[in-house]
């Protein structure tokens, strides 16, 4: 079987043109000028089963990339599963995933990745990629077995949900990795300075008698973590950056040349603290929402490639914990379905520069940059988005694809939606619908 | 619709004011050899404490009683809470017995404003967290203006020219916030006397950081509670340095003027910022904080759930 992409947008690394893309066995077999594809061939008689896609209208780029979704499998299956976090991920254009190590067994061994990585493959909805955790238990105390981990396709490590508190524990693992290829990816929280906090120290929680979370307690590990890389010369990536002070360290560590990279998720693009004057836990996230001068630095960090990648740390959580007064509720927020919807709506970037941050840069920073966010070009493989970039929408929770309705979105008008996933050559999202 | 007092900010001015007025009527009925009113007879008030408070309790209760509204008074310890059920399920069990409304004492800011989500009863904030305190709020402006005899039915001011000095630990008080917040709406000048390590980490108001930089110019002292968690967490070095810099030390009280109003939300650590016998001075209206308690919140039950016909308080209860 074959598919036929017809007069799509097709915005990849090399630029923007229109154009046709044929699919055959999990591959690009052929790309074209408008119209050139499609009709040439039947005229030839070739396959007749061959399933066609209208792209008019339609971007089409390669599949996006998460660095950061909590699938909660194992462990917290309530919340969600590895296939249900799939299938939303699939809905929200995103052909690979990278599965945060806080699940119950933490991946911080083998037979846990493998476990993780295997119930991606038989959802089949997106590619799953486990990150391993950096600590044992992620208790930050012993460090995991990394090599085994990276021999097992680990590529990238984080204690996420909490920093690694320990300097020379930190030094450590730095040192450790810098001569496997693989990448340490910061949480960046000094606990001692969070402890009990809520939501974003300033005037809002001033007001609303809860306690703040200063966003020095950020920064002094960014801070930290950036002198660790220029010490022992192995690379970071800082994980979900959400405060002004934070994107200036990180822009004038890249000037120094250091191999740091960054990413920012759709919430601290577009939401503020003053959303808790509701007490509403659904607007609890770690790092918490701060102040519109943050999301102005975190959108220029963007903008300059300071950040280099969207990603969503989708977290679901069920409803029961999400009613709780917030001093008790979980932090955290879905975000695979509605990325792009934030992105687009709130992003005054290029949409060439959008992708790059969904698709091929997130990519090379989970080291999938051989299979994901490839060219679209003869024999690269067919993990395709195609999403309109100009519908607007907004989110209903009852209609996500994930077990968990915890999305902030609600009520927000969104620009831009996935129509067609295509994963390993197969459709797996059409029309909007996931095909399983 | 059902109403609600959840914050001083939310009642707005027009609403202070209201129920300071109708405390007067209350304050009469609490006069009488008997003072109990039908007014609220039939309705149903169910105070749900998550955090010990016995005076607060019993203030509202009392003041349920005296209007001849039925009570429930629902403790977390003895609750199936404790067992895992979760707070929302709590109270829409509680509501489907028919309840009028709820008065709500939680650990946790914003839990009353929750809980409004999930009944179509009345709430009555009886203090959240760190953030909302409303009725101690009314109690204080009413214990303030019965002393000084002003009035405050006019729209504006009342308190206008009023200096209040509020001491102590301002970041972690729910009082200071809603108290703060009635004496600005009636026209007051607040002064937030408070090392930075007990204030809120961003705010408008005017600071001391001493107490002997005002005691010379103000109308009343508002001390608050001086929580002995606070050394653990470095907030102050020690009890004795904070007496030393905010406490109402004998000295200070002798430079207090005779008129100035003394007042604390209780319950008071005799020691640290009462180092000295309140009963000693002058100024001192800290009982009458408590007794206007029943007053202020009799006002409030009636206001949310009475006829709104003030003849209803006429008649006493058989």
Redesign the interface.
């Known amino acids: 079987m074959t598919i036929l992409i017809s007069n799509g947008r097709l915005i990849d690394q090399t630029g923007e043109r229109t154009g046709d893309i044929r699919i055959s066995s999990g591959e690009i077999i052929a790309v074209g000028d408008a119209g050139t594809l499609g009709d040439a061939d039947v005229d030839a008689g070739s396959d007749a089963t061959e399933t066609v896609i209208d792209a008019t209208g339609l971007v089409v780029s390669p599949g996006f990339v998460d660095l950061h979704v909590h699938l909660r499998e194992p462990g917290r299956e309530e919340a969600e599963t590895i296939e249900t976090g799939s299938r939303g991920a699939a809905l929200g254009g995103f052909t690979a995933v990278v599965a945060m190590p806080n699940t119950d067994p933490t991946q911080d061994s083998v037979g846990v990745v493998d476990f993780v990585r295997q119930q991606g493959e038989r959802a089949g909805l997106c590619d799953v990629f486990p990150a391993g955790s950096i600590t044992i238990g992620r208790n930050g105390k012993q460090l995991t077995p990394f090599a085994e981990l990276a021999d097992a396709g680990v590529r990238l490590f984080t204690d996420d949900g909490n920093g690694v508190q320990d300097p020379q524990l930190m030094r450590r693992a730095y040192e450790y990795a810098s001569d496997l290829g693989v990448t340490m990816a910061q949480h960046c929280e000094v606990e001692s300075l969070t402890a009990g906090a809520v939501m974003h120290e300033g005037s809002c929680c001033s007001h609303l008698g809860l306690p703040g979370w200063p966003s020095i307690a950020e920064e002094l590990m960014v801070h930290r973590d950036i002198e660790l890389v220029r010490l022992t010369g192995a690379p970071a990536h800082f994980l979900h950056l959400s405060t002004a002070g934070s994107v200036a360290l990180v822009r004038a560590a890249k000037a120094d040349g250091l191999p740091v990279t960054a990413e920012a998720t759709p919430h601290h693009i577009s939401l503020t603290d003053e959303l808790l004057t509701s007490y509403s836990a659904l607007y609890k996230v770690n790092p918490p929402l701060r102040t519109m001068d943050d999301i102005d630095a975190i959108r220029a960090g963007l903008q300059d490639g300071t950040i280099d990648a969207i990603a969503t740390d989708h977290a679901p959580h069920v409803a029961d914990s999400k009613e709780l007064p917030l001093d008790q509720a979980p932090p955290g927020m879905l975000g695979l379905e509605t990325a792009l919807g934030v992105a687009v709506a709130h992003l005054d970037m290029a949409l060439v520069d959008i992708v790059a941050a969904l698709s091929w840069n997130p990519a090379a920073i989970a080291g999938i940059e051989d299979r994901h966010g490839r060219p679209i070009a003869a024999g690269e493989p067919a993990n395709l988005t195609l999403f309109d970039p100009a519908v607007s929408w907004e989110v209903v929770p009852a209609q996500l694809a994930s077990k968990s309705r915890n999305t902030p979105f609600v009520g927000l008008p969104l620009t831009g939606r996935t129509v067609h996933t295509i994963l390993h050559g197969e459709i797996v999202v059409r029309d909007g619908q996931a095909l399983k | 619709m059902t109403r609600s007092l959840l914050s001083i900010a939310e009642l707005g001015d027009v609403g202070l004011r209201r129920l300071l007025e109708l405390s007067d009527h209350m304050a009469e009925v609490n006069r009488r050899p008997n003072p109990k009113v039908p007014a609220l007879r039939g309705k149903t008030v169910c105070n749900v404490f998550f955090e010990d408070s016995t005076r607060t309790r019993l203030s509202f209760e009392t003041a349920a009683k005296r209007l001849s509204a039925d009570t429930m008074n629902f403790a977390v310890s003895q609750s199936s809470l404790s067992k895992g059920e979760?707070?929302?399920d709590t109270i829409e069990t509680i509501a489907a017995m028919g309840v009028d409304a709820f008065v709500i004492r939680?650990k946790?800011?914003?839990?009353p404003?929750?809980l409004g989500e999930w009944t179509n009863a009345s709430v009555i904030n009886a203090g959240?967290?760190?953030?909302?305190h409303p009725t101690q709020a009314l109690l204080d402006m009413y214990t303030v203006r019965t002393a000084l005899n002003r009035t405050v039915t006019s729209s504006a001011g009342g308190f206008d020219g009023l200096r209040v000095a509020m001491v102590g630990d301002i970041k972690h008080s729910?009082v200071a916030?809603s108290t703060t917040e009635a004496f600005k709406l009636l026209g007051a000048d607040i002064t937030w006397v408070s090392p930075r390590t007990l204030l809120?980490?961003?705010?408008d108001e005017h600071v001391a950081t001493n107490l002997d930089d005002v005691i010379d110019d103000i109308d009343v002292l508002y001390l608050l509670r001086m929580q002995n968690e606070r050394m653990n967490e470095a907030l102050v070095p020690s009890l004795r340095e904070y007496t030393t810099r905010f406490g109402l030390t004998p000295t200070r009280a002798g430079r207090l003027g005779q008129d100035v109003l003394v007042m604390h939300p209780g319950p008071m650590n005799r020691g640290v910022e009462m180092a000295v016998d309140p009963g000693e001075l002058s100024g001192n209206v800290i009982n009458q904080q408590v007794t206007n308690g029943i007053n202020v919140r009799m006002a409030v039950l009636f206001d949310l759930l009475g006829s709104g016909s003030e003849h209803s308080l006429a008649g006493s209860s058989e």
């Open positions: 979760s707070l929302r939680h946790s800011s914003g839990a404003w929750q959240d967290g760190w953030h909302a729910r916030r809120p980490p961003e705010h």
